[in-house]
Each structure stands twice: as structure tokens, then as C-alpha cells.
């Protein structure tokens, strides 16, 4: 399961999307989120779910590498489908004993269900195509305009860039203690959800043990190498658009655009 998590992890393809601007990878990321809850169709979803698999198409991440990202949000996903469906008002499906499922739940679930996976897919695979300097560097830039009302923009994109860092590196930590526990007859895989979760507390306290060394070994690296911030920093590869990546914000654009025309349309 640990294995399965995508956000955060990097896989080097020479592809279209890999050599794209970070700035345009985040900008478009978000506009793909915005359209989401722009559209609220059946043909509104089949237009995201097209545009979403072109994109994965041209970034050449395998697609079962991509859809196993949405293992460990699955409980979540039915978390919310199950609230979606007994506590929106509206015409009585069916009921048993005091939950009563509606029409308009069973509709707001499946689309919630939809954006959610969506959702996450897109983000995988923005960070599937950019390392996390190229995201820092790219935040930064984006942000830039902020440091003149005193936002610490460098500082801020320093910290996203160390936390998706430290998530494969946790995984792959928890995996070894996970492992080296199991070699002890530690059992984590059978007996109920209760049993499980239980089974998983002793991992917390070597998880958070190794997290904290981990941290203060990477600040005293930074002390040791006079880090100071992003004040009079320069960068080894300053970011500069291609003619590709005008391209790329005038098709997410127009994508956004379209999507904006079919809520107006109530297509």
C-alpha cells in the first residue's frame, strides 16, 4: 500500500510534459482543478477524463503506475461518497432503518467521486513529471510577485519542496521498519480494520524518530553550507518559457475556456 503512494515521487521520462516550464505544470494543474468544479455534466467528465488521458499519454508514465496512486485514497473516496449519499436532502430513493439514500445524494456522490479521482491522478502527474527543485524554483517565480507585501515566497517554497521530498523518503522508512517488524513476528496483514490499525501504532514512534533525525541533519547541512534564504540567491538553471510552453497555456486555456462555456450552456 505504501508502495502505491504517487504524490511526491519523481519518474524520469524524456517526454513533452517532463520538459515543460514548472510554472506552466502548476498553473495548468490548477486550472484542471478549477474545471473540475466548473463541470457538472456527464459530457463535462467525459471532456476532463479525455484531457486527462492525453496528458498522460504524452507525459509516457505507465498508466497502471498512475491509477495504483488511487489505492490509499480509497478509503477517503468512499468516506465521502457514503456522507454525500445519507445527508443530501432530496426525493427518497430507498431507506434502511434511519439512513435514506436520495436521488440528488446519489448524484452529488458519483460526481464528487469523479473529481476526487481526478483530482488526484492530475496532481500525481504533475509531480510525476517535475522534481521537486523544478517545483520549488517554479512556486518561487510564480509567488514572486508577493514579495513586495513582505511574504516570505522563497522560504514558503522551500518548505513544499523539503515536505514532498520527505514523503518517499518516509515511505521507503516505514517500509523498513515495517519489514525489520515483520521479520520479529510482527503481523500487520491479518484481522479486521481495528486489529490493523492497531497493529501499525508501534510503527509511529521509530517513524517519527527517524523523521526528526533526518530533519535536523538536513538543517544542520543548510547552516553548514551559510543558507540564508532566497534574498540575493541566483539559480543554476534560471527558468525561461520555450515556445512550447506558450503553447501548453494556450491549450489549458482554452480547455478552462470551454469548460466554462458548457456550465453557462448548463450542457
Known amino acids: 500500500m505504501l508502495r502505491d503512494i504517487t504524490i511526491g515521487q519523481y519518474y524520469p521520462v524524456n517526454s513533452v510534459l517532463h520538459r515543460l516550464d514548472p510554472r506552466v505544470k502548476l498553473v495548468s494543474t490548477l486550472i484542471y482543478i478549477v474545471s473540475l468544479f466548473v463541470f457538472d455534466s456527464i459530457i463535462g467528465y467525459v471532456i476532463a477524463a479525455i484531457f486527462l488521458a492525453s496528458m498522460i499519454k504524452l507525459s509516457q508514465v505507465p498508466f497502471r503506475f498512475m491509477v495504483k496512486g488511487l489505492k490509499p485514497v480509497v478509503v477517503l473516496l468512499c468516506i465521502t461518497l457514503f456522507f454525500n449519499l445519507i445527508f443530501t436532502p432530496g426525493e427518497a430513493v430507498f431507506s434502511i432503518w434511519i439512513i435514506t439514500v436520495t436521488r440528488e445524494g446519489i448524484q452529488l456522490a458519483v460526481r464528487m467521486g469523479i473529481r476526487l479521482v481526478f483530482l488526484v491522478i492530475g496532481a500525481s502527474l504533475m509531480t510525476l513529471t517535475t522534481t521537486p527543485n523544478q517545483l520549488t524554483d517554479g512556486l518561487e517565480r510564480l509567488l514572486k510577485p508577493l514579495n513586495h507585501i513582505h511574504v516570505p515566497v522563497h522560504e514558503i517554497s522551500m518548505i513544499m519542496s523539503i515536505a514532498l521530498r520527505f514523503i518517499p523518503i518516509l515511505l521507503d522508512e516505514t517500509d523498513k521498519i515495517m519489514k525489520a517488524q515483520t521479520a520479529r513476528g510482527a503481523d500487520f496483514e491479518s484481522g479486521g480494520l481495528v486489529r490493523k490499525v492497531k497493529a501499525m501504532v508501534p510503527l509511529l514512534v521509530p517513524l ?30 534560471p527558468l525561461i518559457y520555450q515556445k512550447r510552453d506558450y503553447v501548453a497555456y494556450g491549450i489549458v486555456w482554452a480547455y478552462l475556456a470551454v469548460s466554462i462555456v458548457f456550465r453557462v450552456l448548463g450542457i
Open 208 to 237: 517519527f524518530i527517524s523523521a526528526f533525525r533526518r530533519a535536523n541533519d538536513l538543517a544542520m547541512a543548510m547552516e553548514a553550507r551559510c543558507y540564508h534564504g532566497g534574498e540575493g540567491r541566483t539559480q543554476m538553471k
